[in-house]
């Protein structure tokens, strides 16, 4: 899994061979050589944790040993009582099991079925059983006795501790089968494999014979996992063993998403392998940047924080001449995904946004105070119009240019022409492209939407798509193919992630479907390097957008850049209403709404009735709103919004 360029990497990248011996130098002493596949700790900087060498590690082990020795002579006491421990804990039940299936072979309950057609056979073989019962236990009772008198009293005792280990161990297993099967299955390699464990894995992935399979330099342990440089027998190529990446997994003993096979800059036969300890895709949150961030962003040298990668690197991504595709299955985390981005967007006070929603909900809202335009109703009409007006926007763009003799939108351009980027987000593009079951609309709209993705770069317009439906009638591949940056999140199959991803993707190894409800926002992003990296994006909490937007709309509010509708006295009470309503798509209470709506000095000291008197002229009254079973005084969602859209 390579890195896009640019990525910053936060741990030690696997060793080159010469690196290896360097790293080693530093650690051992400089005439030692390295073992081949020899674990050694890694000598940079970062979160490394350090392993002694196989030779001091041996001694350590030896010296434990010695110890524990002396420690066994010095208290036989202690041994005696762990012993003891575990006679009566396992060595009594297995001994009270024994005897109970001892007793139900004496009384041959296998023949009870029997009882009624031949009870003769039954009586007479229970009979015999009992007579041999019987002389068994007079003879170990006398047996017993005999040694006690005879011999010494630790004799019966010495063969009574026997009989409870052996029982005890029966126990032992007898309880592990309940828990897990008696079968535990086949080894893992575990957090410190020796180089054979890596060739055999390797070898068992059929890519070739362990022999001809070698491992170059030291296996290190690098941050929660480790790291090997693998060289493939001659002929076979990383690209090949990337694809093989699954049954890698499986040969190794972990879970695919631990497992990256990085090709290796300067030999096609050589791979890294990084096998995270524990699953990468879980585990706390990754934070994003932006949420205590209190400055504007750069569009134009900025980068996106999309996540984290397996390792713990970050996944950024820059927008300018970008174009987005967001999917998978719903629940996915796209619209976290989404509002990484979309707050990037935000955080520029001259970045232009204009939302359209295809599921016409509350999945934007808190976007739409900044927003330059926002989609009124999923309509074919009115996303049209939307399409047609960017194009329009994008022919004077391309006029201006041309007078002004560039050939493409820059960051001085755009001060100079007061050209500011563009970023035009469609969520649940299905809605559109399908055109609600005419295919002639839906194709319209893909005409439309790709036109303004191919030539909108250029001119500062940035096109991004979100869908829960990745589906090649949904996204077209030549849609899909001019869509720089792909984001698969979770989906259900290899087919669904290769329509975000680029059909042949999951063939080579990076498929989005491999992820689980419980891996929450993991998934493959591919923006500036050639393969996709598997990315864990960061989660922005419902309050973590509405403050960030807060943020936004404050950041323009000085910059001079809100919306010009935004500036207009009713527009303002009536998104800071909205805002105050909560999250509620119902509405609100008015005395649950009015604290919020008054921390704004605009509002500050306003009562319900001032409130409701300015409402009045926007066609806005309060009303009996049921919350929840709570029927009180308050003001309905829908209300607000019908008012401002007819502002
Ligand atoms: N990076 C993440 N870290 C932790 N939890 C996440 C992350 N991304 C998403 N989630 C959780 O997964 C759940 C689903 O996320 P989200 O709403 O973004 O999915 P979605 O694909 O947009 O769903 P839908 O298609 O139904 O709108 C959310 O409740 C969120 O808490």
């Known amino acids: 899994m390579a890195l896009p360029d640019g990525h910053t990497a936060d741990v030690v990248q696997l060793h080159k061979p010469d690196r290896a011996a360097a790293v080693v130098d530093t650690a051992t002493d400089d005439t030692e050589e390295v073992l081949e596949g020899e674990i050694v700790p890694?000598?940079?900087?970062?979160?490394?944790?350090?392993?002694?060498?196989?030779?001091?590690?041996?001694?350590?082990?030896?010296?434990?040993?010695?110890y524990r020795a002396m420690e066994i002579v010095k208290r036989p006491d202690v041994v005696a009582a762990a012993v003891l421990r575990h006679e009566l804990r396992y060595g009594v039940p297995g001994a009270l099991r024994c005897l109970g299936m001892f007793w139900q072979w004496v009384c041959a309950r296998e023949l009870d079925a029997q009882l009624a057609t031949n009870p003769r056979l039954v009586l007479d073989v229970r009979q015999t059983r009992k007579k041999a019962a019987a002389s068994t236990a007079a003879t170990v009772a006398a047996g017993g006795a005999a040694s006690w008198v005879l011999l010494s009293p630790l004799v019966p005792v010495a063969g009574l501790l026997l009989v409870l280990a052996l029982t005890g161990a029966a126990e032992r297993r007898y309880l592990a089968s309940l828990r897990g099967g008696a079968d535990t299955g086949r080894k893992a390699l575990g957090t410190h494999p020796g180089s054979k464990a890596v060739r055999r894995a390797v070898a068992d992935a059929k890519l070739g014979k362990a022999d001809d399979i070698r491992v170059i330099g030291p296996i290190t342990r690098v941050a929660g996992a480790w790291e090997a440089m693998?060289?493939?027998?001659?002929g076979t190529t990383a690209k090949h063993a990337a694809k093989r990446r699954a049954e890698l997994a499986s040969s190794i003993g972990v879970d695919v998403v631990q497992l990256a096979v990085d090709p290796v800059k300067g030999h096609a036969g050589r791979i890294g392998l990084w096998v995270a300890d524990t699953d990468p895709m879980q585990g706390d949150a990754v934070t994003s940047p932006l949420v205590n961030r209190r400055d504007p962003v750069d569009f134009w040298t900025g980068r996106v924080f999309a996540g984290r990668d397996a390792r713990g690197r970050a996944v950024e991504f820059s927008l300018v001449e970008r174009s987005y595709l967001i999917g998978g299955e719903p629940g996915g985390g796209k619209s976290v995904a989404a509002n990484n981005v979309l707050a990037f967007a935000a955080l520029d006070p001259y970045v232009e946004l204009w939302l359209a929603d295809g599921k016409g909900g509350f999945d934007l809202a808190d976007w739409e105070p900044v927003a330059h335009r926002?989609?009124?109703?999923p309509e074919h009409g009115l996303i049209m119009s939307m399409v047609a007006d960017l194009q329009e926007e994008m022919a004077r763009r391309y006029a201006l240019l041309r007078k002004a003799g560039e050939r493409k939108l820059t960051r001085d351009v755009a001060a100079r022409l007061g050209l500011h980027p563009i970023v035009f987000h469609v969520d649940e593009i299905q809605k559109f492209s399908l055109g609600d079951g005419d295919a002639k609309q839906g194709k319209e709209f893909i005409t439309g939407i790709a036109d303004l993705v191919g030539r909108g770069r250029a001119a500062g317009m940035i096109t991004g798509t979100i869908t829960q439906r990745p589906a090649a009638d949904v996204v077209p591949t030549r849609l899909r193919d001019i869509l720089s940056i792909r984001w698969a999140l979770r989906c259900t199959t290899p087919d669904a992630s290769d329509t975000i991803l680029g059909s042949g993707r999951a063939g080579q190894g990076y498929s989005a479907a491999v992820f689980d409800a419980t891996q929450r926002g993991a998934g493959y992003v591919l923006a500036e390097g050639a393969d996709p990296v598997q990315t864990r994006s960061a989660y922005l909490s419902d309050d973590e957008v509405a403050g960030i937007a807060r943020r936004a709309y404050a950041l323009r509010e000085e910059a001079g850049t809100l919306p010009?509708?935004?500036?207009?006295?009713?527009?303002?009470?009536?998104?800071?209403?909205?805002?105050?309503m909560g999250r509620h798509p119902k509405g609100a209470h008015t005395a649950e709404m009015l604290p919020a709506l008054t921390r704004r000095p605009e509002f500050g000291g306003w009562d319900a009735a001032?409130?409701?008197?300015?409402?009045?002229?926007?066609?806005?009254?309060?009303?009996?709103?049921?919350?929840?079973?709570?029927?009180?005084?308050?003001?309905?969602r829908d209300d607000v919004t019908s008012a401002l859209d007819r502002l």
Do not use: F, H, I, W
């Open 610 to 636: 001032k409130l409701a008197g300015a409402l009045k002229p926007l066609g806005v009254t309060p009303r009996q709103v049921d919350l929840d079973g709570r029927n009180r005084n308050g003001y309905r």
């Open 230 to 234: 693998v060289e493939l027998p001659a």
């Open 374 to 377: 926002v989609l009124e109703r």
């Open 42 to 66: 890694v000598a940079a900087a970062g979160p490394v944790d350090v392993r002694p060498d196989t030779l001091s590690e041996m001694t350590a082990a030896a010296r434990m040993a010695g």
């Open 564 to 580: 010009a509708t935004a500036d207009r006295p009713d527009v303002r009470l009536l998104t800071a209403v909205l805002d105050a």
